[in-house]
């Protein structure tokens, strides 16, 4: 089945350190992105990337950082200059068409502590 | 800036009732939009889109949503729910980037 992966599910970490959680997708789509989840502020974009090697920021970028290196993969590190890292985050992706919805992984539930 | 709004955070109603939340995106250009909902435990999906030609669309599980481009809304709506369409209800716009702006989301709990 093609889908998108995400893992692990749950995260715990200490804060001061940076954490790196994956993204991988079998749907040969071009555009990847990252969200993030908190209760009562929908979804907002961290970063995306619309091809290999290349992405850009989103609206809440300050503290996290990406890699494209391979089409099937996008991990995001929230580093320790993220100054409120506890949070769900969801990777999505799609073909890179305006009219096309984004197919979204199941989620990391990050816990710093 | 642009972006998407939604008017309700929770909506409680019985099994039967009608269902209508709102969602207003500012923006002055070409935009798409979309609705996603969210059921308890799974991953977000499609409920509908609309990108060009007729402005009530029909997505899945009986869901519609309507385009009014002089009110900049793209109103969700569903004439009976189910228990099961309790749930989490974004709004989203792509305003003409290739990325999605979300609303905050509504929560809607329907009550058997």
């Known amino acids: 089945d093609g889908g998108i992966t995400q893992s692990p599910k749950y995260l715990f970490r200490k804060e001061g350190q940076n954490v790196t959680l994956s993204c991988e997708q079998n749907?040969?789509?071009?555009?990847m992105y990252w969200y993030r989840q908190d209760p009562g502020q929908g979804l907002r974009l961290i970063y995306y990337?619309?091809?290999?090697?290349?992405?850009q920021k989103g609206d809440i970028a300050e503290g996290y950082s990406v890699s494209r290196e391979k089409k099937e993969s996008f991990p995001l590190t929230v580093t320790s200059a993220q100054k409120n890292p506890t949070a769900f985050y969801l990777c999505?992706?799609?073909?890179?068409?305006?009219?096309?919805?984004?197919?979204f992984g199941n989620g990391t539930r990050l816990t710093v502590t | 800036a642009q972006s998407v709004s939604q008017h309700n955070h929770h909506v409680i109603l019985s099994e039967a009732a009608s269902l209508e939340l709102g969602c207003n995106y500012s923006?002055?250009?070409?935009?798409?939009l979309f609705w996603y909902v969210q059921y308890p435990g799974q991953h977000l999906q499609l409920l509908l889109k609309?990108?060009?030609?007729?402005?009530l669309v029909k997505g899945i599980k009986g869901f519609e949503a309507e385009f009014i481009k002089s009110k900049f809304s793209f109103n969700l709506r569903k004439p009976s729910v189910q228990w099961s369409d309790t749930a989490e209800y974004f709004c989203?716009?792509?305003?003409?980037?290739?990325?999605?702006?979300f609303g905050a989301g509504t929560t809607v709990t329907v009550r058997a």
């Open positions: 989203a716009a792509d305003f003409n980037d290739y990325k999605l702006s």
């Open positions: 749907l040969n789509h071009d555009a």
């Open positions: 990337s619309q091809i290999v090697n290349d992405f």
């Open positions: 609309y990108f060009s030609g007729d402005p």
């Open positions: 999505a992706s799609t073909i890179r068409d305006r009219s096309s919805p984004l197919h």
């Open positions: 923006y002055g250009g070409t935009v798409n």
